[in-house]
């Protein structure tokens, strides 16, 4: 990892990152996405980058303006360059990454799909260059009987075998079990985890694969970051938003991760498709998942049947220099050194 921060880059982190001070008598909360979302807007507006918040004199001067944000709150946080410093230097010794919307490579899927609501912030370990491969979401509860592991494990080596990612929440049961099945046949997976990204990464499992390109893990939060249920809820719509498609192994009926972020999928952000298991032992919430429009997921057999599902019309992989658009990107704007990407 780069220790050298853009200043664009430097002021997103200033914004939007906790920097563990959180409970301290002189912390401020740092701004949530739609907060940061909202302020990029008014400075691309005012044809403003958040690296011009960095100068005291800008800021003052952007004080008197249309620009509607707290300036004692902002400037709180961009007062915190050597905390900052260290932080990094920590996730450095950790070999953990940060990419932040000011960066060229931050996933375009995120950008494309997620809109307002994406991250400000990427934090990883791994490499980077594979997070918008895309591939199948394998999700499901935590917990299985050993019959559903097995299953959830076929359709992750399956999933290697067709020369296709997955994508999961590293969570215990069907999550771990789908990255297990693709890892061990020698496939690419994604982790998105919603906590604990310096814990696992140095969990000896997932070293070599780390290192040798095989896993990524990445996280909206701090490396840090205890569980918490409402960040779990959230990192749900990243899972997808990296995918092609989401198949669902098992989820509780009406309430649990796994069913909301099916149910957000299904009725409003619809990134993907999203199948659920209909063979072996019933489902109540995956029934449900079905009636509300889930597509039944046919069991393919073979690397080529699961292809043709991803690659057919109904579940057409995004392919990012095709499919976003400048403006959903916040656009591209040439400056006098060349094309710069508005964060």
């Not at 990094?88 to 375009?108: C, N």
């Not at 067709?162 to 890892?183: E, F, K």
């Not at 976003?324 to 508005?342: C, I, K």
């Amino acid at each position: 990892m780069n220790t050298v921060l853009g200043l664009d880059a430097l002021a997103i982190l200033l914004l939007t990152a906790p920097l563990g001070t959180v409970n301290t008598r002189y912390s401020v909360s740092p701004l949530s996405p739609r907060e940061y979302s909202h302020l990029a807007r008014q400075l691309r507006e005012t044809g403003r980058q958040p690296a011009d918040l960095l100068d005291p004199a800008l800021l003052n001067g952007l004080e008197k303006t249309r620009l509607e944000l707290d300036i004692k709150r902002v400037r709180k946080l961009l007062g915190r360059t050597f905390l900052l410093s260290l932080t990094v230097k920590h996730w450095h010794k950790r070999s953990i990454w940060v990419v932040t919307r000011a960066d060229h490579d931050y996933p375009k899927r995120l950008k494309m799909r997620l809109k307002e609501i994406v991250p400000p912030v990427l934090y990883g370990c791994g490499n980077r260059d594979s997070i918008d491969r895309g591939g199948l979401a394998v999700v499901g509860s935590r917990r299985v009987d050993k019959d559903l592991l097995q299953y959830t494990k076929r359709a992750g080596r399956l999933a290697a075998e067709a020369q296709l990612g997955v994508v999961s929440g590293g969570a215990r049961g069907v999550d771990q079990a789908a990255m297990r099945g693709a890892l061990a046949a020698g496939g690419q997976v994604l982790g998105v985890l919603a906590s604990g990204l310096e814990r696992t990464a140095w969990v000896r499992e997932y070293r070599a694969l780390l290192n040798s390109g095989q896993l990524v893990l990445v996280s909206p939060y701090e490396p840090a970051a205890q569980f918490l249920a409402r960040n779990a809820m959230a990192r749900n719509k990243l899972i997808y938003a990296l995918a092609d498609a989401a198949l669902v192994v098992k989820s509780d009926l009406g309430f649990g991760g796994t069913w909301k972020g099916a149910i957000e999928q299904l009725n409003k952000r619809r990134y993907v498709p999203v199948y659920v298991r209909r063979s072996g032992a019933r489902c109540a919430g995956l029934d449900e998942l079905f009636n509300w429009g889930a597509k039944a997921w046919p069991d393919p057999r073979t690397a080529t049947e699961l292809r043709d599902i991803l690659s057919s019309d109904a579940t057409r992989v995004l392919d990012p220099a095709v499919d976003v658009q400048p403006d959903l990107l916040w656009g591209n704007v040439p400056d006098e050194t060349g094309t710069r990407e508005v964060p």
